[in-house]
Each structure stands twice: as C-alpha cells, then as structure tokens.
C-alpha cells in the first residue's frame, strides 16, 4: 500500500509517494503513466514521511537545505537501484556526465542504460537527476521539462547557471 500527498511548489504541483519502508516517488503531473507502478493509493495528508518529505523540499525551495535525510524506497531493477543511489550521491551545486554515474557504479560501458535509468527515477529532486548533464555540458532531458531542469540547477549553482545552454542543441556560450 501506498500513500500520497499533493504539494505546490515553485515548479508545480507534485505528487509525493510513500510506503511504510520511506518516500517511493515524487511525481510531476506528466508522470500518471509511471505512478501507475506504485499502487493501490490513498491520500495521507498525516503520512510522517510524507510530512517530512513536504517539509524539506519546501527548505530545498527556499534555499535553507542542502541534502535531504529521508528514508527511501526505491522500487527499480538492481541495476536502476544502482544509478539512482549514485545520484543521491551527486553534492549540491555539482553536476555529472551519464558517463561518469556509469563509471562510478562499475559500468563503464552502460552509459546509454545509466541515461534509461535515469530518465526511470521516481524521486526527482530528492534523488537529484537534474544534476545530470550530457557529457558536453549542455541540459538533457528531464522529467519536470528542461526549463524546470535549469531552475532547479541555476537554485543550486545560481552563479554558474547563466553558462549552461537551456537545450541540448544550443551552443555552450562562452565563458567568463
């Protein structure tokens, strides 16, 4: 059984996700077709993970909090599980290639899988897959949009964002 709850936040409104075991999904409104792997559902608005998750990501947007302390519950292939505790452990205001997530959980060569995990992840934000860029340093694609995507980076790195190009097949403008 799972339970859920609705928050706003500066990027739209997401659905939060938890089990007994800790928080399995933070959903955008576009993910329906994925929230359908953690089912049945009832809405919690006392859940204490769901609580606690509500209120750390409301410090995150606020810019008092740096790294979550939750309890997760991935639900995923071994494989996936791999990648997105390799996520978790990207340091806020840093970004990684797909190559390089691939060459730290020990597959060099799964750069292509790493990007399908990544692009699988349930915990947006929280597991930081918008701290993943294509290996050139331009924005890949993300669950919550591209835009959303920078305004999640430019929160983190606010310095640095101006220099990353919105979209894949912008150039890079120059740097300072």
Known sequence: ????????????????????????????????????RFL??????????????????REYFAGERRLFALPLDFVGTEFQKKVWNAL??????????????????GHPQAVRAVGAANGRNPL??????????????????????LEVKAFLLDLEMPRQAAVLPLFADEPAPPRA
């Not at 978790?88 to 290639?97: D, K, M, Q, W, Y």
């Open 1 to 36: 059984m799972y339970h859920y709850t609705l928050i706003s936040t500066p990027v739209g409104e997401l659905k939060l996700v938890a089990s007994d075991r800790g928080l399995t999904a933070i959903l955008w409104k576009n993910d329906d077709p994925q929230g359908a």
């Open 88 to 105: 978790v452990a990207i340091p806020f205001g840093e970004t990684r290639s797909y190559g390089e997530i691939a060459r730290q959980i």
């Open 40 to 57: 049945p559902q009832t809405r919690d608005e006392a859940h204490p993970v769901l609580i606690e998750a509500e209120r750390q990501l």
């Open 124 to 145: 947006s934000i929280v597991a930081p897959c918008h701290r993943v860029i294509g290996a050139n340093g331009k924005l890949t694609g993300f669950a919550g949009g």
